[in-house]
């Protein structure tokens, strides 16, 4: 179902097709892009801002260049919606009915013009410079171009592929869209430098991109189609790396997203003409509890600082931000800076706490190892996304018990409910023995009261005792074991008994002695990874027994774009496939 059949974007089936275009027909395929990208993020969500923003910069790029034998590598791609639009994949902008086949990143699955599968940040430098080099080594001749966010500046590794890019001596153009935003406020020293540049219009001395050795060119309306279409034709096989500062406005031609760039740096379906959200709010979060339980800490006395990596939206810390300034601390896109920073603090006296995206967090595995865990210094961190996740390959959430629980030294505790959660975070602010991580729930919230205060010992919850089968739901799949319970007292008349772990990284051995004797089956569901998860923990313990286990979570793979009810039918956790799966045991013992 094509909604605008007289869209000039119809005649567009690849990027050749527009070299032809007169000037004022890209702009007209500029308006249509636009109302393309508001049209689809209204119905289904997705980046408003970043793409909008950058209309221009793709429809300049595919006018002068020749992909895919030219290459361009989006940083974090969820700008890419316009470079999608004109490389073949219009039926998931056009046609409502085919919105979800088209993936918010670039995807070399879905196109020959995607290179990678990219939605963290700060990468698109690096990978350049390795084609370039790969490029070379061949003996080719094309144009190798990154596109970069300012924002996305502020990562390390956008600093180590500037710093090798210098190294060239061949064709490497890196466009820097500067737009004056991240997700939220851009946050560091190198943004007075992007200003006084932006000031200057790129004349100021000091330029961070000279200072690295590479050749430098500003353009100060990167949403005029004309100019940048002049800059591309003028640095199109050039010999040697060159930046192109270029000056956007984030969410161009949308008032809306100009002046709110933070909330429509990525929407859920919204009303395009009053902006409000079409999914009704909850009431009650469990990150305004932990904000909440922050405060009433600071009124206490207690000595917190907060800690996030550009992310604040997603744990409510702007209203933490709002009541104590002084101890918010946003580092950019930077998460290692948070936790090595928080290791610091914390061995200094104050008790920092770190909020991290579980999909973002991995980029610091090696300060978790290094800085956390070996130097053991009780910082706090509240982790969000740890679920099996219905949304790009990019962004999966399914590892963060594998990689933090593998992890000596670091407790990482598995909330069921908001009681349960502030209990935690209580006891993990005022205990200075070690580090401990809480995985926020992502689901379902839940009221149930916390049984355990001091949790330096973990104590099972068996919230219903039972025989023959034991559930051990962990965290956000909480409801679920109460679900498989049901299931098996109906289905097959088993009375099972149901177990709050609390903890993935230690286990309760007096509880999991006692299973034994009257248990024949333990199954584990985690909302995550099964591999180097807790199941496999608990298989662990039981390996030299006669105990069957039966673990259920994810199997080590990415899921990309596929809804829940989908992947909880292919991993079998429903109540019923769960049930089934445990007949079977039950018959074979």
């Known amino acids: 179902?094509?909604?605008?059949?007289?869209?000039?974007?119809?005649?567009?089936?690849?990027?050749?097709?527009?070299?032809?275009?007169?000037?004022?027909?890209?702009?007209?395929?500029?308006?249509?892009?636009?109302?393309?990208?508001?049209?689809?993020?209204?119905?289904?969500?997705?980046?408003?801002?970043?793409?909008?923003?950058?209309?221009?910069?793709?429809?300049?790029?595919?006018?002068?260049?020749?992909?895919?034998?030219?290459?361009?590598?989006?940083?974090?791609?969820?700008?890419?919606?316009?470079?999608?639009?004109?490389?073949?994949?219009?039926?998931?902008?056009?046609?409502?009915?085919?919105?979800?086949?088209?993936?918010?990143?670039?995807?070399?699955?879905?196109?020959?013009?995607?290179?990678?599968?990219?939605?963290?940040?700060?990468?698109?430098?690096?990978?350049?410079?390795?084609?370039?080099?790969?490029?070379?080594l061949q003996k080719k001749h094309e144009n190798i171009v990154a596109v970069i966010g300012d924002g996305s500046?502020?990562?390390?590794?956008?600093?180590?592929?500037?710093?090798?890019?210098?190294?060239?001596?061949?064709?490497?153009?890196?466009?820097v869209n500067d737009n004056n935003m991240s997700i939220d406020h851009n946050q560091g020293g190198l943004y007075q430098g992007l200003k006084e540049l932006r000031d200057t219009h790129g004349d100021s001395a000091n330029n961070i991109f000279k200072f690295m050795g590479l050749d430098y060119r500003y353009v100060e309306d990167g949403n005029n189609l004309a100019d940048m279409i002049k800059v591309f034709q003028e640095v199109k096989d050039i010999d040697h790396p060159i930046v192109l500062h270029v000056h956007t406005l984030k969410g161009a031609g949308y008032q809306l997203a100009i002046d709110n760039e933070m909330a429509y740096h990525w929407r859920g379906p919204f009303d395009g003409k009053t902006?409000?959200?079409?999914?009704?709010?909850?009431?009650?979060?469990?990150?305004?509890?932990?904000?909440?339980?922050?405060?009433?800490?600071?009124d206490a006395g207690v000595d917190i600082a907060?800690?996030?990596?550009?992310?604040?939206?997603?744990?409510?810390?702007?209203r933490f931000e709002k009541a104590h300034p002084d101890r918010y601390f946003d580092v950019g896109i930077a998460e290692q800076m948070s936790v090595s920073s928080a290791v610091a603090m914390a061995q200094e006296g104050t008790r920092p706490v770190v909020f991290e995206s579980s999909t973002f967090l991995q980029r610091a595995y090696d300060q978790l190892i290094h800085d956390v865990a070996l130097n053991d210094v009780p910082i706090v961190m509240i982790v969000r996304g740890g679920t099996i996740s219905s949304e790009s390959a990019t962004h999966q959430g399914t590892f963060d018990i594998s990689y933090i629980s593998s992890l000596p030294n670091i407790e990482y505790l598995t909330p069921t409910s908001v009681e349960e959660m502030i209990s935690m975070l209580r006891w993990a602010i005022k205990q200075t023995d070690t580090p401990v991580v809480i995985r926020q729930p992502e689901r379902t919230l839940?009221?149930?009261?916390?049984?355990?205060?001091?949790?330096?010992?973990?104590?099972?919850?068996?919230?219903?005792?039972?025989?023959?089968?034991?559930?051990?739901?962990?965290?956000?799949?909480?409801?679920?074991?109460?679900?498989?319970?049901?299931?098996?007292q109906k289905k097959l008349n088993i009375d099972a008994t149901l177990i709050n772990p609390k903890s993935v990284t230690n286990i309760d051995p007096d509880d999991l002695h006692h299973l034994q004797e009257d248990h024949d089956i333990v199954v584990t569901l985690e909302d995550g990874n099964l591999s180097g998860g807790f199941g496999e923990t608990i298989d662990r313990y039981y390996s030299a027994s006669e105990m069957k286990v039966l673990n259920f979570g994810a199997p080590?793979?990415?899921?990309?774009?596929?809804?829940?009810?989908?992947l909880a039918e292919w991993y079998h956790l429903t109540p019923e496939l769960i049930v089934d799966d445990i007949e079977k045991v039950v018959h074979q013992i």
């Open 306 to 318: 907060a800690i996030n990596a550009a992310i604040p939206g997603m744990f409510d810390l702007k």
């Open 446 to 488: 839940l009221h149930r009261p916390a049984t355990q205060n001091d949790y330096s010992n973990i104590d099972y919850e068996i919230a219903h005792q039972g025989s023959e089968v034991a559930i051990f739901a962990v965290g956000d799949f909480w409801k679920l074991g109460e679900e498989v319970r049901e299931e098996l």
């Open 556 to 566: 080590r793979e990415f899921s990309d774009n596929i809804p829940y009810d989908v």
């Open 153 to 175: 500046l502020s990562g390390g590794l956008a600093f180590e592929g500037l710093n090798n890019a210098a190294k060239l001596h061949s064709n490497l153009i890196i466009v």
């Open 1 to 136: 179902m094509n909604l605008h059949p007289d869209y000039l974007l119809n005649e567009v089936n690849e990027p050749a097709d527009i070299k032809d275009m007169s000037l004022d027909q890209l702009h007209e395929l500029a308006d249509e892009m636009r109302q393309l990208i508001l049209e689809r993020d209204e119905k289904i969500g997705g980046h408003v801002g970043p793409n909008l923003g950058i209309v221009e910069t793709a429809l300049a790029y595919h006018f002068v260049f020749d992909s895919p034998h030219d290459k361009v590598i989006w940083d974090v791609s969820h700008q890419s919606y316009p470079h999608k639009m004109l490389t073949g994949r219009k039926q998931g902008f056009l046609d409502p009915d085919h919105y979800e086949d088209v993936s918010g990143f670039t995807s070399p699955e879905e196109s020959d013009h995607d290179f990678f599968q990219i939605g963290h940040t700060s990468t698109s430098i690096a990978l350049a410079v390795g084609m370039a080099e790969s490029r070379d």
């Open 275 to 298: 902006g409000h959200s079409t999914t009704p709010a909850p009431q009650e979060s469990y990150s305004s509890a932990v904000i909440d339980e922050l405060l009433k800490e600071i």
